[in-house]
């Protein structure tokens, strides 16, 4: 045979294993991440860093990190390993203001580069009282704590005279005092200047919640076991708690959303058949009070679900029902 021809057959069998061109390892995204946006000065910020591909594969690759501070000033910080493409980074939450960090390289590729990752470091290194809130009615002070960008500083611990409260998620501290002069406070929290001072502006907020129950209605008529209490509070300050209470039972605590709105599944064992009240108490800031009552009529249809639903409320009410 033609050795020509053993070639060719050669190369026919070789081309289906041959890889055709292959994309640049080098062109992909390096992703550039912290574990937040917001921090307090002491905390850690973590940063990861991986490489991946087109195909969203990890890949290896050379680069730094480079961190830029509130001034201007830069430093390149390390990095270990983690695994294929994938590297881990941190530094310490010092100075106050707007932080950036950049992937920096010295290749030359068609690598595209996440490098506008920002982070605010520290809330504030004095924190500050935003407003002050007192009632009439009730004796209570609300004390909101914020920092200059007004954002609320949770867990500070305030000393208002003689008493102590720590601020909760949304910056309150609330406090009980029949005098409202000569307040003095100091604010602390680890990481922060201490503030303290006297507090002069009292805000009277004598005005009580507002309660909507939109679920039920007035002397309606319910015939599904499965009852829901839903609706909304508002208040013109801040709302603090709710509750709500069946047929005179027990006070239950319910919870609510951020613009005041709730929904909660009630257990249908705690009605009576016929006639039921639900009450709905709210509570802001300064202890003032609001409460909201509807009265409607609890009448399931005999099926099998309500026979068993009975038969959870025990014997008399099955009597109850069938006379």
């Keep these: 045979m ?23 390892v080098t062109d992909g995204i390096i992703y550039l991440v912290t574990d937040q946006m917001i921090y307090d000065p002491g905390e850690t910020i973590n940063i990861n860093a991986s490489c991946k591909d087109n195909n969203r594969n990890y890949f290896e690759c050379n680069f ?3 961190h830029t501070y509130p001034d201007g000033t830069t430093e390149i910080l ?25 992937i920096i390289t010295e290749e030359d590729t068609d690598q595209i580069y996440e490098d506008e990752e920002f982070f605010i470091v520290g809330r504030r ?13 009730s004796n209570l002070i609300a004390l909101l704590i914020t920092n200059e960008k007004e954002m609320p500083i949770d867990g500070a611990r305030v000393l208002l005279n003689e008493n102590t409260d720590f601020t909760d998620e949304k910056g309150y501290a609330v406090f009980y005092e029949e005098e409202k002069e000569d307040l003095r406070f100091k604010i602390s929290k680890p990481g922060y200047a201490s503030c303290f001072g006297e507090l002069w ?8 919640p507002e309660i909507q129950i939109t679920s039920l209605q007035e002397n309606e008529v319910y015939r599904d076991t499965k009852i829901t209490l839903a609706g909304s509070m508002n ?28 929904e909660i599944p009630v257990k249908n064992y705690a009605f ?10 709210a509570y802001d800031l300064c202890g003032n009070a609001a409460s909201k009552e509807i009265t409607f009529r609890f009448e399931p249809e005999m099926t099998e679900d309500t026979w068993l639903f ?5 014997l008399t009410s099955i009597l109850d029902f069938l006379l």
């Design 310 to 314: 009975w038969t959870k409320r025990g």
């Design 272 to 281: 009576d058949y016929g006639e039921n009240t639900i009450e709905v108490i």
């Design 201 to 208: 502006d009292l805000t009277d907020d004598s005005t009580a």
């Design 235 to 262: 208040d013109n300050v801040q709302l603090r708690s709710a509750y709500f209470i069946v047929n005179d039972g027990t006070m239950k605590s319910m919870t609510f959303n951020e613009d005041g709105s709730f």
């Design 125 to 137: 290194s004095s924190p500050d009282i935003k407003m002050a809130y007192f009632s009439s009615n």
């Design 2 to 24: 033609d050795v020509r021809k053993y070639f060719l057959f050669a190369i026919l069998i070789l081309i289906p294993f041959t890889t055709i061109g292959s994309a640049d």
């Design 64 to 66: 730094e990190i480079e």
């Design 78 to 102: 390390p990095k270990t390993k983690t695994g294929t493409g994938c590297f881990y980074s941190s530094l310490t939450a010092v100075e106050n203001g707007t932080h950036h960090i950049a």
